[in-house]
């Protein structure tokens, strides 16, 4: 069965202060991972999508990255707008579904 | 910047008595797909349709779950008989290809007394 993690559950920032988010993955031929942001109340916004290991992509101050095993999200000088709750998401190979992760709840006080 | 749009926002109901959320896909996108999100829990994957069929369902979209795509616009989630259970986010999403991301509209938040 596919599972996705992610961690830490919960991430309280300063404003400013630089940390990375995890996203772990078991699926045998990954077909794209994707990020994406969730504010309460609302539908998750499409952040990223990676498709294979060492790829990179980046949106003002969010750097997404992709291993063979897990994908974490940089976030560098992060503002209190950045609070949201973080979305992994995997689509394995030949399916449509996306397999979404529990996410983590960023909050970025001022 | 084109978005997926759902309608209602909110909507109560009784148990036992039917429902039907609706969506406006992006206009190109040839994908359309339904999730569901209990209160505190993960966002969980209904079905995909394509070229006016079913694609794809999970084990929760049993038959008292439907889907339609009434005209050249609209995409619709019905559920015959609501139960308690029922009650959650319903998120629309819709994608161009079958290789692309999927944008999600802002939900119906279904409540079932």
């Known amino acids: 069965e596919d599972q996705v993690t992610q961690s830490p559950e919960a991430l309280r920032l300063q404003e400013g202060e630089s940390s990375s988010l995890n996203c772990s993955y078991t699926?045998?031929?990954?077909?794209?991972l994707f990020w994406y942001r969730q504010d309460p109340g609302k539908g998750p916004e499409f952040l990223f999508t990676?498709?294979?290991a060492g790829e990179e992509k980046e949106k003002e101050r969010l750097k997404a990255t992709l291993t063979k095993k897990e994908s974490f999200l940089h976030i560098t000088a992060p503002k209190p707008e950045d609070s949201a709750t973080y979305l992994c998401?995997?689509?394995?190979?030949?399916?449509?579904?996306?397999?979404f992760g529990s996410g983590t709840r960023l909050q970025v006080q001022p | 910047e084109p978005e997926v749009t759902q309608t209602p926002s909110h909507q109560v109901t009784q148990m036992g008595q039917e429902v039907i959320l609706r969506c406006v896909p992006i206009?190109?996108?040839?994908?359309f797909y339904w999730y569901r999100q209990i209160l505190g829990q993960k966002v969980e994957f209904l079905v995909s349709?394509?070229?006016?069929?079913?694609?794809?369902k999970s084990e929760i979209f049993d038959d008292q779950f439907s889907v339609e795509r009434p005209d050249g616009s609209n995409f619709t989630l019905k559920i015959r008989s609501t139960k308690l259970e029922d009650s959650a986010m319903y998120f629309c999403?819709?994608?161009?290809?079958?290789?692309?991301?999927?944008?999600f509209g802002p939900g119906t938040r279904l409540t079932v007394l």
């Open positions: 349709f394509y070229n006016n069929e079913i694609s794809e």
């Open positions: 998401a995997v689509e394995p190979p030949g399916r449509r579904a996306l397999t």
């Open positions: 990676l498709y294979s």
């Open positions: 699926v045998s031929g990954l077909r794209g």
């Open positions: 999403a819709s994608s161009e290809t079958s290789a692309n991301e999927q944008f």
């Open positions: 206009s190109n996108h040839l994908y």
